[in-house]
Each structure stands twice: as C-alpha cells, then as structure tokens.
C-alpha cells in the first residue's frame, strides 16, 4: 500500500483518577478527530466536561463487547483518510483495556499507528510500590475462577522480575491469598488502591499479611505489585524447597523430567541433585502411607 494516503489511529491515555493528569494533547485530539472511538461514551463526556472541551467528530462505543464487529468498521474508516481517535475508561487503551484488534488490523492494513502518552495504573503503581522495577512483567487479571488462578500464579512462582497484576476490589483477598499459597506468605507486595484520587493508598507487606488486610473488605481500583522470586544459590535450598519447586511445577503443567531440569537450573544444581530429592520425597510418602495401613 505503499504511496496510498490513509488516516491515522491515535491511541490516547486517560487519567486513572485525577482529572489534572490527563495529557495537553488529549485536548487537542478529542476537538479534531474525525471518529472518537470510547470504551464508554459516558464517561467520555464527563471528560471532555471536565476538560472544557467539545468533540466536532462522530462518536462511537468500542468496548469489549462489540470490539471484534466495530474494528472492519474503524479500518475501512482509517483506510479512507479518517484520524481516529481511540480512548478507554482510563490510562492507555491496549493495555487490559480493548484496543489490541484495532491496533493489529491497522499495522496490518499498513495504516500509521500513534499515540499520546498518558497516565498507566501499571507503571504508576510499579513506582510507588518500593520493589525493584529494573525488571517487571504485566500479568494483567488473574482468572476468576479458584483452580485456574492458582495454576496461572505456579505458571509464575520462580519468575525473578517483579510482577504486576490488576484486580477487582471484591476478589483482591481470594487472590492475595492464592498468592500466598504459591509464593509464600513472606512474599513482599503492594497493594495500591485508587491511583492519584483522593482516597489514594498503598499497603505494603507479605502477601499473606496483606490476605489478612484485604479479607476484611476493600473498594476501589486495584493494583497489585509482587516482588519477584528470590535469587537463591545452592546453599539456600534445602531438600523440602527443591521438592516443593518441581511439584510447583509440575501442578503447572511441566512434566516431571522438565521440571527437575528447571528447577536445578535455576538453583545452580546438578539435575541428578533434585532428582534424588524428589525420589526420597516419594518414598517417605509412600513408606508413610504403608506405615499408616499397617496401623489402621
């Protein structure tokens, strides 16, 4: 398509809370773009109240539910020249938010793709957590369901970098507390509550102190912040540890041989080392289990 004159797409940052933080040019690009696309049309009007400005262009939803339909739609507009601007309830659409198929559509129709930077809930709360942010990964929402968020949370257990999850304020003790299953409950976190708005607050500690804090009941938009795993050399491991890794591992999906190898990679062991571990693990299990028949 090289030579053809398109529109463009303008992916734009929204505040997270404070109305002040939004960017100078969001302004600017809510008054001339052709098509505003909005997760919510009604909040978009609170914000263009807010900022004292009026939209000239055609404004439609594009959320969740009608994003797979309405992307062709947006396309065929940008393919004609249009500048579309996309914008979610808050911070930078993609991100958790809808935004990705419209934006894969676009790059693959060869059609500019930019953007107005803006407040993230993601780096926001990476800052303000006090854990190392040299190196993070954004895990976005857990899975609602109890079995399927633990197996995603093993998926993750000896991640090094810091980790980053969002949550709902009504499931933040549930998963804190299947975090603490699977890290540990000294694990160090942050849980930060309602990001640069008045009642803004972060609560740090292990995550099993913080299971505790939340069970009584928490409200607001939630971020949560984990430290990553430790890094651990051979003399902090015990027998108990390595056993617990592989089986960790193993819950996750990994097969046993694959799970050793890993494990020992990460503790700087020799493979045959876990191995042996896990095996005497098995048979106290098992010599346990005879014993307790024996008695029955």
């Avoid at 992916?11 to 404070?18: K, R, V």
């Avoid at 579309?84 to 930078?92: F, K, P, R």
């Amino acid at each position: 398509m090289t030579g053809t004159v398109t529109g463009t797409l303008v992916l734009a940052g929204t505040p997270i809370g404070d109305v002040a933080d939004a960017p100078p040019r969001l302004a600017a690009e809510l008054e001339t773009a052709d098509i505003v696309a909005a997760e919510d049309t009604r909040r978009l009007r609170r914000l263009t109240q807010a900022l004292g400005v009026h939209t000239t262009g055609r404004v439609v939803s594009y959320f969740e539910g009608n994003e797979s339909a309405r992307t062709p739609e947006l396309v065929e507009a940008l393919a004609g020249g249009a500048r579309v601007l996309l914008v979610t309830d808050a911070g930078m659409p993609s991100v958790s938010d809808p935004g990705y198929r419209l934006v894969a559509a676009a790059v693959e129709r060869d059609i500019k793709v930019t953007a107005v930077p803006g407040p993230s809930a993601v780096l926001t709360a990476l800052a303000l957590s006090g854990l190392p942010v040299d190196r993070f990964c954004f895990e976005g929402f857990l899975p609602r369901k109890a079995g399927e968020r633990l197996s995603r949370l093993r998926e993750v257990a000896g991640e090094r970098r810091t980790l980053v999850y969002f949550e709902a304020p009504h499931r933040l003790d549930d998963t804190l507390a299947a975090m603490a299953e699977v890290f540990g409950e000294e694990r160090r976190a942050a849980v930060c509550r309602e990001l640069t708005k008045t009642y803004e607050e972060v609560r740090r500690g292990g995550v099993g102190e913080l299971a505790a804090w939340a069970a009584e009941g928490v409200r607001g938009e939630i971020t949560i912040v984990v430290e990553g795993a430790p890094e651990t050399g051979p003399a902090d491991l015990d027998a108990a540890e390595l056993v617990r890794r592989v089986r960790v591992r193993e819950e996750a999906g990994e097969r046993r041989k694959e799970a050793i190898a890993a494990v020992a990679a990460d503790a700087g062991l020799p493979k045959r080392e876990v191995f042996d571990a896990v095996v005497a693990a098995k048979n106290a299990s098992a010599e346990g289990s005879a014993a307790g028949k024996g008695l029955s």
